[in-house]
């Protein structure tokens, strides 16, 4: 089924040195850019991680260390990603756990404030986990009728890919009002409620420091909106103040946003706190 895209929609795949988001790099980027008026951009990237890549990760890609020297560093070609990326919604296989939290981090790195929050980040295999509970070769041969090996190369990042693409394309034609019975089995070609089915926690940040919870008054009642929903604000769900509006700890405790910039926390973390302590220094200033 084509996508309804209201703005392109790049679907994406890393390989990496590693599972570890904060230490471990990007070796592979490949994406498929697919436009409104239904072209497809495709790009591919082997990148130099600057840091030996270990034995496992060459076993199971196939990228050895050898491949990358002489690659750019993500740092070289971080203002392309960036732009590639810039006016889409994202997609990948496993994507909202591992690839855009590891991406955030080499953005970041790179001093580029990518506002992942502004997107519309879909999940296939959120979606299709939620659907049919398996990996991406049992998708694959469920979606697309065939089995993975027969077309692809497992564990690369561009092949890899291309099937995650094919993956959604065929989620799409198969939970349809004319195939499905049951509501809550059909999906809509919309990105921003492919984003929202694909949702499977309430973290602000990628690492889950920050998440969304609601907001209570003194007697512990949910305060409300003017249509009677509970009003949704950020707080820690960690260390002493768990459970804490963020907002509320930056007021009593102003020396905690320091420890945490100087601790051992992601780099999306501190940016995530940071805008949320820059919006509330605008708010004031109102």
Known sequence: MKLNLQKPLVIFDLETTGLDIVKDRIIQISYIKVFPDGREERGNY?????????????????????????QPTFKE??????????DSDIAGYNSNHFD???????FLRANI???????????????YHKM????????????????????????????????????????LDMYTAERQEEPERILQNDMKFLAEFS?????????GRIVWGELKDRAGKNILDKDGNPIMTE????????????????????????????????????????????????????
């Open 100 to 106: 855009v939290p590891l991406l955030a981090e080499e």
């Open 199 to 207: 949702r499977m926690n309430n973290n602000v940040d990628f690492a």
């Open 132 to 171: 049919e509970r398996r990996n991406l070769a049992a998708a694959y041969k469920f979606y697309c009728g065939r089995k993975m090996e027969e077309d692809f190369t497992a564990h690369r990042a561009d092949e890899d890919t291309e099937a995650t693409y094919r993956v959604l394309q065929g989620e």
């Open 113 to 127: 404030d990518f506002d992942f929050s502004k997107r519309n980040m879909i999940d296939v295999q959120t979606i």
């Open 235 to 286: 707080m820690f769900n960690f260390g002493k103040y768990k459970g804490t509006p963020v907002t509320t700890v930056l007021n009593i405790d102003p020396g905690y946003y320091s420890w945490i910039m100087q601790g051992d926390f992601t780099n999306n973390t501190k940016q995530v706190l940071t805008r949320i302590r820059l919006r509330e220094a605008s708010n004031l200033t109102r």
């Open 46 to 70: 082997l990148v130099n991680p600057e840091k030996p890549i270990p034995d496992v990760v060459v076993q199971l890609t196939g990228i050895s260390n050898e491949d990358v020297q002489g």
């Open 77 to 86: 070609i971080a203002q392309t990603i960036n732009k590639i990326f810039a």
